[in-house]
């Protein structure tokens, strides 16, 4: 069984991300646009489920199946779309998860929500906080019940995501 567990900020989430990306880029190679390091860990100072969420920009999201047998190689396991058209989503580490990652095809409306949240909570350091504090809440009230955990932490992060996606859109104006 899975334990929920929320770990205070760890400089080391970001050269995790850098070493996994370059992996990635050895797979994918051309057909890779850019990687982004998504999630709470690509925030600073925020606590986080210490598992690196990496988000692969791709020219073509049919191709992506192609590359299943590579991924499998480094250690994850391809999970197809896991609920979200377009993507492809692949978990490295099991029960012990460390890596997550999502890929998109350029021009995908799920790329600018996830670079919209980040960089929202990199530049509102209370709201950070504040969903900080919330997921390290909910991880001591349901260690194990991540979907308790996940519902417990929705209506913040539907709040937070709002905002950002403005924020961020008055940004590009």
């Avoid at 929920?4 to 370059?22: G, H, I, L, Q, R």
């Avoid at 598992?51 to 250690?75: K, L, Q, S, W």
């Avoid at 997550?100 to 906080?129: M, Q, S, T």
């Avoid at 991540?146 to 209506?155: A, M, P, T, V």
């Amino acid at each position: 069984m899975r334990k929920v567990e929320v770990k205070p900020y760890n400089e080391t989430w970001f050269s995790m991300f850098e070493e996994e990306a370059n992996e990635l880029h050895e797979i994918f190679g051309p057909e890779i646009i850019e990687i982004h390091h998504i999630g709470s860990t690509s925030v600073n100072g925020l606590q986080a489920k210490p598992i690196i969420d990496i988000m692969p920009v791709v020219r073509d999201i049919n191709r992506i199946d192609e590359f299943n047998t590579a991924m499998y190689t480094i250690g994850y396991e391809s999970k197809g779309e896991n609920g979200i058209f377009g993507r492809r989503y692949f978990q490295k580490g099991g029960d012990n998860r460390t890596h997550h990652v999502h890929i998109y095809e350029l021009d995908n409306p799920e790329i600018e929500r996830h670079l919209a949240f980040r960089d929202y909570l990199r530049v509102h350091p209370d709201g950070a906080k504040k969903y900080g504090d919330l997921k390290e809440e909910l991880s001591q009230r349901f260690p194990y019940e991540i979907e308790s955990y996940i519902k417990g932490k929705d209506q913040l992060a539907l709040e937070i995501e709002r905002k950002a996606v403005a924020w961020y859109r008055s940004l590009r104006a």
